[in-house]
């Protein structure tokens, strides 16, 4: 990819990575566009999904599906912008992004003097990663620290070794990664992030809906985002973050969306319950 090395494919979980990237390329063009993520085209590009990539199969079913899935992304993506905003607002420094993949806030968004964001992932997502921001020769508008970990394993040593202050509060988000969980996995992320969170820290999650699973992992295609789905969001998320020792909102796709003045044109095809957009402040 970069002069000199192997290029690394998408591949794995990592690959849905670069298709959320796609959507935040889509999305940056419109001309009402809820955020700009100039270096979102060059991720996708770079992971060789360009703008005209042909569809294996789309019949109407599953270009509802996808349309549906690209408006969460970009309905989520607006609602953990302004959660962070909010956070560096009320003084918060500290941001770590579990599971960040493309994510490239540390350099669209304005942070105030001091902060320090963390970067979770894996190692060939970061490399990737690392290989298209020098050659877009981005700039981090703020400290940026990458921690390639898996998140089944150790990652509070590997978080704390590369400078994350458990004293300090912090604002963590978990966008697009608890689904890819299983249950005890998202139990034991929960628990040792609590571990890790000085009061008035404060989390964003985005959580699978019920039911999504089934609807969108029956005949996925192999290797496709929702091939690789295993957990839904619990039947009161308010009840499962307060046990962890969180306060939490939660809120639908549906109803932030139009909130964004960006109201899903379908009509709903199933009763979609609070929850798959959450903010938590830790008591
Ligand atoms: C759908 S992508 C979302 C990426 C990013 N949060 C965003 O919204 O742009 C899911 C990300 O979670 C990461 N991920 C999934 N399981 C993981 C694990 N066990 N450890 C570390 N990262 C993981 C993947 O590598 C991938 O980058």
């Known amino acids: 990819m970069t002069d000199g090395q192997e290029p690394v494919e998408p591949s794995g979980v990592w690959a849905t990575a670069v298709g959320v990237a796609k959507v935040r390329a889509l999305e940056s063009e419109r001309p009402n566009a809820l955020f700009l993520d100039p270096l979102a085209q060059a ?15 789309d019949d109407e079913a599953a270009r509802r ?12 993506t607006k609602f953990l912008d302004d959660l962070l905003q909010q956070a560096s607002a009320a003084g918060i420094r500290q941001v770590v992004l579990l599971g960040a993949g493309m994510d490239s806030r540390a350099f669209r968004m304005d942070w105030p003097e001091g ?44 978080l704390a070794a590369a400078g994350h202050d458990p004293a300090e509060p912090t604002v963590w988000i978990a966008e697009g990664l608890l689904i890819y969980l299983p249950e005890d996995a998202v139990e034991l992320l929960l628990t040792r992030i609590g571990a890790r969170s000085a009061a008035g820290s404060r989390m964003g999650l985005t959580l ?9 992992g029956a005949d996925a295609e192999p290797g496709s985002a929702a091939s690789m789905w295993v957990s839904e969001m619990p039947d009161d998320p308010v009840a499962w973050l307060a046990g962890h020792g969180w306060t939490a909102t939660c809120h639908t796709v549906r109803e932030r969306g ?26």
């Open 43 to 57: 991720f996708a590009t770079a992971g060789g999904l360009l703008p005209s990539s042909p569809r294996t199969r």
């Open 65 to 76: 599906r996808r349309l549906g899935l690209a408006f969460s992304i970009v309905v989520r």
């Open 115 to 158: 902060t320090r964001l963390f970067e979770i992932d894996t190692a060939a997502p970061l490399d990737f990663k690392a290989s298209v921001l020098s050659r877009e020769r981005a700039v981090a508008r703020c400290e940026r620290i990458t921690v390639a970990v898996d998140l089944r394993a150790n990652w509070p040593d590997a």
């Open 208 to 216: 699978g809906s019920r039911g999504v699973i089934e609807r969108f």
């Open 258 to 283: 139009a909130a964004y003045g960006r109201p899903f044109s379908a009509p709903p095809q199933h009763e979609e319950q609070p929850g798959g957009l959450v903010s938590a402040i830790r008591r």
